[in-house]
């Protein structure tokens, strides 16, 4: 047996910023907990392997939240290389540069709300105006002036790059362009963003070519020799990412923040753990799957690495 580590208790006097509170977690030995000071391990390790690519994945729903912030941080510095998301961060990112999102309640009355000119998200309140009619008015002059240029097909990571070229230094997405970060968008018709596309093709010669991404995300694999993944929550995003890694023999590290249970078979709830089964991710890879809410757990990672890098 490995030497044994003691339990050690917080001390919340000494744990009075976030890269010595999530260190005093993986000391703690708390159940989550532990997990989460790993995951900060894991993922400053593929941060410092040089050479290492680090994807990053996300559910569009957490950029409906503050938590937006963490994410253009990374992108900002550019922590991150490669990020796959779904068509709704495409929707929020230009919608919150419309007017700000509120805070709501799970519990709110949602007929009341449909009938004030409210959408509710979980506890996050949207007004209606700003959501689909102001990303119908920012996305069609962005179609208009591709297509009078003469594009005619443009894969989804150079539409986000179009799009993030005109949007305020507030947003993922013009992060992203600013640092060539490359942004894929698998299921880009699940939104609005991807609505607007095809009403857009209704009446003109237009498309968006999927399998152009697939060619440059191969690029990116075939050519990585160690590559890392932070994936928040499940999905389209995260499967994008641990499928194509299989074709370079898996991922070197991974770190999961998901809230799906595992017993239901679900890709969202797989731990990292199974993914070695299909050579998503390698045996002797680094990996952790934290069990909660990327809401509370990835700010504090982000925010705990930033004081250690």
């Known amino acids: ?57 996300f559910t569009a729903d957490i950029c409906a939240t503050g938590t937006r912030g963490a994410i253009i941080h990374l992108v900002k510095n550019k922590l991150v290389d490669v990020i796959i998301t779904t068509c709704g961060t495409l929707d929020h990112d230009i919608s919150r540069s419309a007017g700000p999102y509120f805070h709501g309640d799970f519990r ?17 309140l ?42 305020k230094d507030d947003t993922i997405l013009y992060w992203a362009w600013k640092n060539k970060i490359p942004v894929f968008i698998p299921g880009i018709t699940d939104g609005a963003v991807g609505s607007q596309l095809w009403q857009f093709s209704q009446n003109h010669d237009f498309k968006v070519d999927v399998l152009a991404d697939e060619k440059e995300i191969a690029k990116i694999i075939f050519e990585t020799k160690t590559a890392g993944a932070l994936m928040l929550g499940g999905g389209i995003s995260k499967h994008h990412v641990i499928w194509w890694n299989q074709f370079r023999d898996g991922l ?28 998503k991710l390698k045996e002797k890879a680094k990996h952790v799957t934290i069990e909660g809410d990327a809401t509370v757990i990835f700010p504090l990672i982000v925010a705990a690495l930033t004081e250690r890098l």
């Open 126 to 167: 949207i007004k209606q105006e700003k959501h689909g009619p102001a990303i119908e008015d920012f996305v069609r002059p962005i179609l208009d002036e591709l297509f009078k240029s003469g594009v005619k097909s443009i894969s989804t990571m150079d539409l986000c790059a179009k799009l993030g070229e005109h949007l």
């Open 252 to 279: 070197d590290y991974a770190v999961q923040i998901s809230t799906a249970p595992e017993w239901d078979g679900s890709l969202s709830g797989a731990q990292t753990r199974e993914a070695i089964s299909w050579g």
């Open 108 to 124: 709110l009355d949602d007929a009341a709300l449909h009938k004030t000119g409210f959408h509710r998200l979980g506890n996050i």
């Open 1 to 57: 047996m490995e030497k044994l580590n003691p339990i050690k208790d917080i001390n919340p006097q000494a744990s009075q910023s976030a890269r010595k509170l999530v260190e005093a977690l993986g000391e703690a030995g708390g159940f989550t907990a532990k997990k989460v000071a790993v995951g900060l391990e894991i993922f400053e390790a593929m941060i410092k392997h040089k050479g290492c690519v680090k994807f990053l994945s």
